[in-house]
């Protein structure tokens, strides 16, 4: 019993350990970003497998690809990149407007179906 309580103990630090080391990086690549912007060559989204929403990434000048913000602070994330002159490309803007339209659609399906009111909405594929 001991042993199965030390494996979930050293699994659980793993696990610890490796999700602030990683929200470490992102945060270091945000303030390069931001102190840097010429290094810059694109902001692109790359779309979750499993729900729709949308990480954010940047591709440097050198080619390097990072990961510059989770799907639930993407949107803080650009307010704050637009402010240095850095937006995403057309079709990501688009993308992410539309994830945000299907968001908001789901939430407002949801409280009328929760408040008893049927609503039939078509939507165009």
């Not at 309580?5 to 990086?25: I, M, Q």
């Not at 929403?53 to 637009?82: D, F, M, S």
């Amino acid at each position: 019993m001991f042993e199965l309580a030390l494996a979930f103990v050293a699994v659980a630090l793993l696990l610890g350990f490796a999700c602030v080391h990683g929200r470490a990086d992102q945060q270091a690549m945000q303030q390069l970003v931001l102190q840097t912007p010429e290094q810059v060559a694109r902001l692109y989204l790359r779309q979750v497998d499993e729900a729709d929403a949308w990480w954010l990434h940047v591709e440097l000048r050198n080619g390097r690809k990072h990961v510059l913000a989770a799907p639930w602070e993407t949107v803080a994330v650009l307010a704050r990149l637009q402010a240095h002159g850095l937006e995403l490309g057309a079709e990501d803007a688009a993308r992410l407007a539309g994830a945000a339209e299907g968001t908001n659609q789901a939430a407002s399906v949801s409280r009328a179906a929760s408040s008893g009111v049927a609503v039939l909405e078509g939507r165009a594929a």
